[in-house]
C-alpha cells in the first residue's frame, strides 16, 4: 500500500504563487509516475502535469505550461508542483496520485494509465 499526503494549498490574489508538495510512503514501486490532478467545483477531475521517476520524463497540460513546474526528490519520494503566475480558473482541489510503471516508459501522461493510490486532495483559491 502507498500512503500520498499533499500539502502546500492555500489562498493566493491573482498573479500570485504557491507551492504544492506530495510525498508518498509505504511500499513504493522502484519506478513510478506522480501525477497531480485538479477538481474544481461542478467540474471533471483535470490532469495538471506529471513526473516519472528515475529519468524525471514530465507533463504538463496545456492550460499550465509555463506557469507551474513538476520537480522530484526520489530519494524522498516526493513531488514539488510551483505554480506561479495563478489565475482565477485554477481554483481547485489539487490531488497527488502515484502509478506504477515500466523503467521503459517513454510517454509520461495524466491520462494513459490508471492511478491507483491518491491522496485526500489540498485546496488552492485563487482570488481575482
Not at 509505504?26 to 506522480?34: C, L, Q, R, S
Not at 526528490?73 to 489565475?87: E, F, I, P, S, Y
Request: aromatic share 10%.
Amino acid at each position: 500500500e502507498v500512503h500520498l499526503v499533499e500539502t502546500g494549498g492555500g489562498m493566493v490574489q491573482a498573479g500570485g504563487s504557491l507551492r504544492l508538495s506530495c510525498a508518498a510512503s509505504g511500499f513504493i514501486p522502484e519506478h513510478y509516475v506522480i501525477g497531480w490532478f485538479r477538481q474544481a467545483p461542478g467540474k471533471e477531475r483535470e490532469g495538471v502535469s506529471a513526473i516519472k521517476s528515475g529519468d524525471h520524463k514530465r507533463f504538463y497540460a496545456g492550460s499550465v505550461k509555463g506557469r507551474f513546474t513538476i520537480t522530484s526528490d526520489d530519494a524522498k519520494h516526493t513531488v514539488n508542483l510551483q505554480m506561479d503566475n495563478l489565475k482565477p480558473e485554477d481554483t481547485a482541489v489539487y490531488f497527488c496520485a502515484l502509478v506504477e510503471v515500466p523503467d521503459t516508459l517513454l510517454v509520461v501522461s495524466t491520462d494513459l494509465y490508471d492511478f491507483r493510490w491518491w491522496g485526500q486532495g489540498t485546496q488552492v483559491a485563487v482570488s481575482s
